[in-house]
């Protein structure tokens, strides 16, 4: 039962009877869609849910949609925060207990149970972003809630003018956020990777964690998601098919999953959720002949960044080192002469060549 008078409206001085106050909860549901999930428990044992405007020691003021309402504090039990809010936009599942960010990392991992591909997918889908460049479109992934994403070397190769598309989950489906201020951390062509940031983040990001290779096996289940020929969000499955296939000098997994065109940078997922590679490389006209880089590779990247950090006087490449100048006489060094010892009669030798005695 709520006394007389603790609750006022912005506009004019409201009494709740019993029954009233049961229309004010169901107010917070406008449209059939939930404003917030905050409840203000009162001392009489009622609650009321709504989105907390203000709260301090004179007042709580509670936005129910249909009507903006004020508590006295002194009528206030307890209040609940909704926990969703805490969490950064996007993420559809709360983060793990077992969430691990080290020092100088700044990729997650995490302690994550096997689900469904359909679980997953919803889960780790928004952390998925569009690679854009004039050369090209392809996919990525953010790895921290700053901004920080992994994509392939070939999709931005050349190129400095790139725009991000992340796809965020809202009320009515999935929305596109274009960012075109982001910064090239590094490249290294050799592995085919890039390190980007986008600058210009208001909120945090949904993101993804990275697995251990060592928990990758042959004929384990795997999907991908990317961004196939334009097509947004795309989602695969395959096997693996090996681990650890030879190609041209480096080391890929090679997986039944399609990878096609714009799916280049994108996450390769185990069925918890863990990103075990970049999905690089497929042959168009081979189906389930389709490859990816290791997470481990991807690992020693993002730790050793600053070895391939991006220089702007050469777009094309990290740091390079010069090779040294080779020889300019072309014709064959003169052969070396072996000094010979003469006896100069005393006992004492020396030096043909006239060194000292």
């Not at 405007?53 to 039990?77: F, I, T």
């Not at 920080?148 to 999709?155: M, Q």
């Not at 809202?170 to 592995?191: C, D, M, T, W």
């Amino acid at each position: 039962m709520i006394t007389r008078g603790c609750i006022y409206s912005t506009r004019r001085s409201i009494a709740l009877s019993a029954g009233l106050l049961l229309v004010c909860m169901a107010a917070v549901c406008v449209c059939g869609r939930t404003l917030a999930a905050d409840r203000v428990v009162l001392k009489g044992g009622a609650e009321i849910k709504g989105k907390i405007l203000k709260s301090d020691s004179r007042m709580v003021v509670v936005d129910l949609g249909a009507e903006v309402v004020r508590l006295r504090r002194s009528d206030v039990a307890k209040i609940l925060k909704d926990s969703a809010a805490t969490q950064p936009s996007g993420r559809a599942e709360t983060r793990p207990s077992g969430e691990v960010a080290a020092k100088g990392r700044i990729y997650r991992t995490a302690a994550l149970k096997p689900g469904t591909i359909e679980a997953k997918a919803k889960s780790f889908g928004q952390a998925v972003v569009m690679v854009n460049s004039p050369g090209g479109q392809g996919s990525g992934f953010l790895i921290s809630p700053d901004g920080y994403l992994i994509t392939n070397y070939h999709v931005i190769a050349g190129e400095t003018r790139i725009k991000i598309t992340v796809f965020r989950q809202g009320e009515r489906g999935f929305g596109q956020e274009y960012y075109k201020k982001v910064k090239i951390i590094a490249l290294n062509p050799y592995s085919d990777l890039a390190l980007l940031k986008i600058e210009e983040a208001d909120k945090p990001f949904a993101y993804a964690y990275l697995g251990d290779i060592k928990d990758v096996t042959d004929g384990r289940q795997v999907f991908a998601i990317g961004n196939p020929m334009g097509l947004t969000r795309t989602v695969s499955q395959g096997i693996v098919s090996t681990k650890n296939r030879n190609y041209q000098g480096q080391i890929y997994i090679q997986t039944t999953t399609d990878i096609n065109p714009g799916n280049s940078g994108g996450p390769l997922f185990n069925l918890k959720g863990e990103i075990i590679g970049v999905t690089s490389m497929g042959y168009v006209y081979l189906g389930g002949l389709n490859f990816a880089i290791p997470v481990d590779v991807v690992k020693r990247f993002i730790e050793n960044r600053q070895a391939f950090a991006y220089d702007e006087d050469n777009p094309n490449s990290g740091v390079r080192y010069l090779q040294p100048a080779g020889r300019v006489n072309k014709k064959s060094p003169p052969r070396g002469k072996i000094p010979t010892l003469e006896n100069n009669g005393d006992g004492e030798t020396s030096k043909k060549n006239g060194s000292k005695k």
